[in-house]
């Protein structure tokens, strides 16, 4: 093989058939190498017309084309490792085979494609002693139970033992390291073994077990596996260290599977369970836009207060905020007030992070609340401290900790907390969560709609510049099409959920009215 280069992101080839609906095959390996830090590259040996019930049919193209693809990629790229899946014919293996001897990748991984979940062979003999040929040439092969008895030409083990006394046999005759999975055996845990040769006649063992996670979502797991080693290699230069964050990796995926929600049968596991709980960066918007809905149960909610923004749009207060003639002792009294109200909504926040069913909703409000309490209401710290005599003449005093300390909240302020922050109207937390979401929307999406609106008035001599430039940020609207899209969800719940979210998200935009007007 050639030389191992460890790289951060490596490049990794995929050579296997496609899955249509994206749980294994190149599909899967593309997503496992992505989600492992690769860069995924595929070429495909066949197109396979199958869903999460099982294969329809197969269409293999010419061979000839299959080593075109390969050496398009080799010409062109360099390749870190390659993972091999299926193969489908003797002439297919003969071909990767050839490539292999040719380009001498660093690392190639082999998950052996020969026996269908049924039992059934998936190869001619002659293709399976293609197969076995490659075996040479690659440093790890991945089989599971029947595969691996079926390269040795024996029955399937029938317990822990009998299993890594194949993987000894596998390692001995060819020489490559080799993967036994305990997959197929009974019992609470999931045991994998690394065997790796030596250099003499012993072999080096590591055994990493697993709690085994019941789902029937395990669709593509021993395509997903054999792709995230071979990527984590390519990082580490290690098999053992690759094998134990893949198997971590992996439970994770197995453990949220069922909520994927994808087809009848087999569903696939969820290969980026772990970065979509820890959270993906907010979609980013650009500055001065216009937030979109997330989905139709948005659009229609959006539409439904499109009357009621119109007359926001249309209030003297927002106006003058637009073309900087308000009055600034008007705006001061207005931000003051809004001072007392942030405070409030922060605490808001901070109870919808508490009741967020995932991870990555609960980050999102509570980064939100600390937004806040300290971004936006710095602002109002500092115009406050600078405009804070009589007629809005600037004064010398101690900038507060708390704006809002000291100032008695009026009557608006006091009903629209009232209605974010009073009791809850259900007791199922996953109602009071809707309804919570509905509530707290508006101040994301109505702020960020004006802002959109304002931001083309702005000029650096405005004298509400800051202000303005803070609800047209593209970090602010980033934040909205997040909060949007989390609505977007919760509408997609029961109908009282959805009555929940859609009469608070109403009644909170009335109170953004409300809020303006008064100033």
């Known amino acids: 093989m050639g030389e191992l280069s460890v790289r951060d992101v490596p490049r990794i080839l995929s050579i296997a058939g496609t899955d249509p609906t994206g749980g294994a095959g190149i599909q899967a390996?593309?997503?496992?190498?992505?989600?492992?830090?690769?860069?995924?590259?595929?070429?495909?040996?066949?197109?396979?017309?199958?869903?999460?019930?099982?294969?329809?049919?197969?269409?293999?193209?010419?061979?000839?084309?299959?080593?075109?693809?390969?050496d398009a990629v080799s010409d062109d790229v360099i390749i870190d490792a390659v993972k091999i899946g299926m193969l489908g014919s003797t002439e297919v293996a003969r071909t990767v085979g050839s490539w292999l001897a040719d380009v001498r990748p660093?690392?190639?991984?082999?998950?052996?494609?020969?026996?269908?979940?049924?039992?059934?062979?998936?190869?001619?003999?002659?293709?399976?002693?293609?197969?076995?040929?490659?075996?040479?040439?690659?440093d790890l092969v991945t089989p599971n139970l029947p595969e691996l008895a079926a390269l040795l030409e024996a029955e399937p083990a029938q317990d822990w033992d009998e299993a890594l006394?194949?993987?000894?046999?596998?390692?001995?005759?060819?020489?490559?390291?080799?993967?036994?999975?305990?997959?197929?055996?009974?019992?609470?845990?999931?045991?994998d073994a690394l065997v790796m040769p030596d250099g003499g006649r012993?072999?080096?063992?590591?055994?990493?077990?697993?709690?085994?996670?019941?789902?029937?979502?395990?669709?593509?797991?021993?395509?997903?596996?054999?792709?995230?080693?071979?990527?984590?290699?390519?990082r580490t230069g290690n098999w053992t260290?690759?094998?134990?964050?893949?198997?971590?990796?992996?439970?994770?995926?197995?453990?949220?599977?069922?909520?994927?929600?994808?087809?009848?049968g087999h569903g696939p596991v969820n290969h980026f369970a772990g970065l979509w709980q820890r959270g993906l960066a907010p979609l980013p918007a650009p500055a001065g836009s216009d937030v979109p809905p997330a989905g139709d149960r948005t659009a229609e909610l959006w539409s439904r207060t499109a009357d009621i923004r119109e007359k926001i749009a249309g209030l003297d207060f927002v106006r003058g905020l637009g073309d900087g003639t308000l009055d600034s002792a008007v705006f001061g009294r207005y931000l003051a007030q809004d001072a007392i109200y942030l405070r409030g909504y922060a605490r808001a926040l901070a109870r919808a992070s508490e009741l967020a069913p995932t991870l990555q909703e609960q980050l999102f409000?509570?980064?939100?609340?600390?937004?806040?309490?300290?971004?936006?209401?710095?602002?109002?710290?500092?115009?406050?401290?600078?405009?804070?005599?009589?007629?809005?003449?600037?004064?010398?005093?101690?900038?507060?900790?708390?704006?809002?300390?000291g100032l008695a909240a009026g009557p608006v302020t006091r009903g629209y907390l009232d209605h974010l922050?009073?009791?809850?109207?259900?007791?199922?937390?996953?109602?009071?969560?809707?309804?919570?979401?509905?509530?707290?929307?508006p101040c994301f999406w109505v702020y960020a709609d004006a802002g959109a609106e304002l931001a083309a008035g702005n000029h650096p001599a405005h004298p509400y510049r800051e202000w303005l430039d803070t609800y047209a940020d593209p970090a602010f609207a980033a934040a909205t099409v997040r909060?949007?899209?989390?609505?977007?969800?919760?509408?997609?719940?029961?109908?009282d959920q959805r009555r929940a979210a859609e009469e608070a998200f109403a009644l909170s935009v009335q109170w953004e009215h409300d809020f303006f007007a008064a100033g």
């Open 421 to 441: 922050l009073g009791p809850g109207r259900y007791q199922d937390d996953r109602f009071e969560y809707a309804r919570l979401v509905g509530a707290v929307l």
């Open 365 to 405: 409000w509570a980064e939100s609340a600390n937004g806040a309490l300290e971004a936006e209401l710095d602002l109002h710290r500092n115009w406050l401290h600078a405009n804070a005599g009589p007629g809005g003449v600037p004064v010398t005093r101690d900038v507060p900790a708390d704006p809002a300390a």
């Open 202 to 234: 012993g072999f080096t063992i590591s055994v990493f077990s697993s709690a085994r996670v019941e789902t029937k979502n395990t669709h593509g797991t021993g395509c997903s596996l054999s792709a995230a080693l071979a990527t984590l290699f390519a």
């Open 165 to 191: 006394e194949q993987g000894r046999r596998l390692a001995r005759e060819y020489g490559t390291s080799v993967l036994v999975k305990g997959g197929h055996l009974a019992g609470t845990a999931a045991p």
């Open 29 to 70: 390996d593309l997503k496992s190498i992505a989600a492992n830090g690769g860069y995924g590259m595929a070429v495909v040996t066949a197109l396979v017309a199958q869903n999460t019930h099982g294969v329809r049919s197969v269409h293999t193209p010419p061979a000839g084309f299959l080593r075109e693809q390969l």
């Open 241 to 264: 260290h690759a094998l134990g964050a893949a198997k971590a990796w992996l439970q994770e995926a197995l453990e949220s599977a069922d909520l994927l929600e994808v087809g009848t």
């Open 106 to 138: 660093p690392a190639v991984v082999l998950d052996p494609v020969m026996v269908a979940s049924s039992g059934d062979r998936l190869l001619s003999p002659d293709a399976e002693d293609a197969l076995r040929g490659l075996l040479h040439q690659v």
């Open 483 to 495: 909060a949007v899209g989390i609505l977007e969800g919760v509408l997609a719940g029961n109908d």
